[in-house]
């Protein structure tokens, strides 16, 4: 008789062990912990950064911190919000570099690597297309989203991307609640009024409610 075989109890542990032992120096288990957030990650970082490659580095060097900075985590705030905290820093701190005149090159500024190298995350880009109705649909959206002032853009990807909270997104960009409402209705405004005449001229008739329904699968 054939016997299946044990599970790993690594698959099973909870992000709380999984924490607790990489702390500890299992490094390995990094990987099982970082995994379920990868895509979460890279549409933050490509929201804000609106180029593959760079949302790709963005990512890269924001694991690497959080793989040093591990041991600091608390619990005060869910671990998925932590972690795009660290990518959205990482992805502003990119955007201002780039929007100062220098003749240093990025990869001279980059942090060493140490001793640790995060996997290969293949399925970053991957989209469940299959629940959109149409592409041109989420391809609007996400040429529109990209037009946004980069203030409007954060809320955008945070609210209606990533799905956050009104108080877990105040928290993280550390402005007031009031604040978050009212940029995030600007932002809204802003999309409609860039998706309408598209839609339009596509023929489309979908509605302000159906359009915003896609903005979780960018």
């Known amino acids: 008789m054939t016997h299946p075989a044990p599970a790993d109890p690594r698959e099973t542990a909870t992000e709380q062990e999984l924490i607790a032992s990489i702390v ?19 549409r933050t970082a490509f929201a804000l950064m609106k180029n ?15 793989y040093r900075k591990l041991a600091s985590f608390r619990g005060d705030s869910k671990f998925s919000t932590w972690l795009i905290a660290i990518t959205l820093n990482e992805a502003r701190a990119r955007l201002r570099k780039e ?37 041109e649909i989420r391809d609007l959206i ?37 604040l978050v409402k009212v940029r995030l209705h600007r932002a809204r405004m802003m999309l409609q009024k860039m998706l309408v005449p ?8 979908a509605s302000k409610a159906r359009i915003f329904g896609r903005l979780s699968w960018l």
């Open 24 to 42: 500890a120096g299992h490094r390995d288990n990094f990987h099982l912990l970082i995994r379920p957030y990868e895509q979460q990650l890279y």
């Open 52 to 66: 593959e490659a760079e949302a790709e580095d963005v990512v890269q060097d924001a694991v690497l911190k959080a």
């Open 99 to 135: 929007n100062r005149a220098t003749v240093d090159s990025l990869d001279e500024q980059r942090e060493e690597s140490g001793d640790f190298t995060p996997a290969a995350l293949t399925d970053w880009r991957e989209v469940p297309l299959a629940a959109l109705e149409r592409q």
């Open 142 to 178: 996400q040429g529109a989203v990209a037009e946004l002032p980069d203030t409007y853009r954060e809320i955008v990807t945070l609210r209606d991307v990533e799905e956050l909270s009104v108080n877990e997104t105040a928290e993280l960009l550390g402005i007031s609640i009031s």
């Open 198 to 205: 598209h839609l339009k001229l596509a023929g489309k008739k």
